[in-house]
């Protein structure tokens, strides 16, 4: 099989190079990184076109690896010009805006996929990893398409509505803590808060690190372009607001209300009783990688 990835430079775009590519397809990569994409192309084995109209030209899948700005853009420039029994595969964390130029491609007989790898790019197989499946105008049969090409995973399909609003608890909410987070201990001597600093401390400088160590153009359109994320924000910072208060008021009563009315909340949470333990077991994790 004839495979293209559009922006097969970038860490998620090299993860589906690599997928592709072990199981024997042949691969085509099209990226305006043109220099990572030719060492990506050089390591793997891939064709690197010059545009994505070349690359797509005969392509029988393509996999749109894109800036969530950027997809609706690509999928308009390739529209027209991939053959009508080709499948088109987009991967973005939020769909809203690329739903409806998958479903003028569906018109024309395109069948259509739109994934979110719940998954980063360190994952080496997809095996037992999840991945949403957003239907764009035929659920059965794309679920079907989806379970062909990544056999292994758990597949959740999810509508466009439920999907961004997730992301924005999901994904927005907690890339914006942790981003807050570092911004106030980046002003401090970190060497010496990791001497000092205990299990809860060390696991959210790791997850803090890991959020700065990503592309931030990526973390801004995860913030900007989810419809969700100011409603979520507001939120959190209505709830901040108020613990603070208590904090300054020294209302022990009220602090340790608000803290009981959340302990019950996640409770909701089947595995809410173990928490305790799996943080220290990530903590072992951390250390035996160390």
Known sequence: MKVTVIGGAGRMGRWFVNYFAKKGYEVTISDTRREEAKAVAKSTGARLARNNVEAVKDAE???????IDVTPNVLREISGKIPSSA?????????????????????????????????????????????????????????????????KAELIVVDVEEHDKSM?????????????????????????????????????????????????????????????????????????????????????????????DVQTSLMKDSDFGMAYEKMYKALEALKEQT
């Open 168 to 260: 924005a608890l999901a994904l927005s909410l907690p890339h914006f803590m942790n981003i807050v987070f570092a911004s106030v201990i980046g002003q401090e001597d970190i060497n010496v808060l990791k001497k000092l600093g205990g299990t809860t401390f060390a696991l959210q400088l790791v997850l803090s690190e890991g959020v700065m160590s990503e592309d931030p153009s990526l973390y801004a359109s995860i913030q900007m372009d989810n419809k969700f994320t100011v409603q979520i924000l507001e939120k959190f910072l209505a709830n901040v607001k108020t613990l603070k208060r208590h904090i300054v008021e020294k209302d022990s009563k009220g602090f340790l209300q608000f803290f009981a």
């Open 61 to 67: 899948m393509t996999v749109l690896s894109t800036p």
């Open 87 to 151: 499948v088109v595969v987009e991967i973005s964390s939020l769909k809203s805006q690329v739903l409806p130029e998958l479903e003028k491609m569906a018109v024309r007989g395109v069948k259509t996929l739109s994934i979110h790898p719940l998954f980063g790019p360190g994952v080496t197989e997809a095996a037992e990893e999840k991945i949403a499946l957003v239907p764009v105008s035929d659920p059965s049969s794309e679920l079907k398409l989806a379970k062909a090409i990544f056999p």
